[in-house]
């Protein structure tokens, strides 16, 4: 019930095109969710982040899509570029705790 | 703003040692989160400290320890290193104002710990 299952596990796309990350969870009273870039030798970066009372947020390039009834959740990277490319997590936090559970994260590639 | 620090980046250690990795959060944050990060377990949750009490913990055995001092600064401790504890070592910070509301994590570039 704790766990988040994240999928792709890889990922390539065309410059330019839609990058679409998923992320499925259980645990209905999960209350905050995040989502992070990370590049090799680094430590993750905060992309955006959704409570569940809202369906869709967007921030520049990123969108997160929340979909309460199905307990799922994406982000959609649009026109992505090769800068893009890097590991991706989604996490989850689950009520009355500040931890995050992370998804097992997303290897993006995007093509020049 | 000055990010979330971490020192020391690389740390080589020798079995049955112990270690301490240090966290320094972004100003005026109160809240810090350790996590482990390797390739097969992912991103994994250690513990939580705020206002210099630990609030959260993970499933993690009683050799990884860590405080948080008042100007909260924080501290993980892990003792008789065994090999499987390589990873790359994670300290997130975070705006607490008091709330039970939830604010972004922010994350330091890690410390990498071998253990040979």
């Known amino acids: 019930q704790q766990q988040v299952k994240q999928s792709p596990q890889s990922l390539i796309v065309q410059k330019g095109g839609i990058s679409i990350i998923n992320c499925a969870y259980e645990?209905?009273?999960?209350?905050?969710f995040p989502w992070y870039q990370q590049f090799p030798g680094k430590g993750p970066a905060l992309l955006i982040a959704?409570?569940?009372?809202?369906s869709e947020k967007k921030e520049g390039r990123f969108t997160i899509s929340f979909n309460k009834s199905a307990k799922q959740f994406s982000l959609h990277i649009m026109d992505s570029q090769p800068g893009d490319s890097a590991t991706y997590f989604c996490?989850?936090?689950?009520?009355?705790?500040?931890?995050?559970?992370f998804g097992t994260g997303t290897r993006l590639k995007v093509l020049a | 703003k000055a990010g979330v620090t971490q020192t020391p980046r690389y740390l080589i250690k020798t079995r049955g040692q112990q270690v301490t990795l240090s966290c320094s959060p972004i100003s005026g944050h109160r809240s810090v989160s350790w996590y482990q990060q390797t390739p097969g377990q992912g991103l994994q949750f250690l513990f939580e400290?705020?206002?210099?009490?630990?609030?959260n913990k993970g499933n993690f055995p009683g050799r990884f320890s860590g405080r948080q001092f008042s100007n909260s600064r924080s501290e993980m401790n892990v003792s008789t290193l065994e090999l499987g504890d390589s990873a790359l070592y994670l300290c997130?910070?975070?705006?607490?104002?008091?709330?039970?509301?939830?604010?972004?994590?922010?994350f330091g570039p890690g410390t990498r710990l071998t253990v040979t």
């Open positions: 959704i409570r569940p009372d809202v």
């Open positions: 400290y705020f206002s210099e009490t630990q609030r």
């Open positions: 997130a910070s975070s705006l607490i104002q008091g709330s039970h509301l939830k604010y972004e994590q922010y």
């Open positions: 645990n209905t009273a999960f209350d905050y």
């Open positions: 996490a989850a936090s689950p009520p009355g705790t500040y931890k995050y559970i």
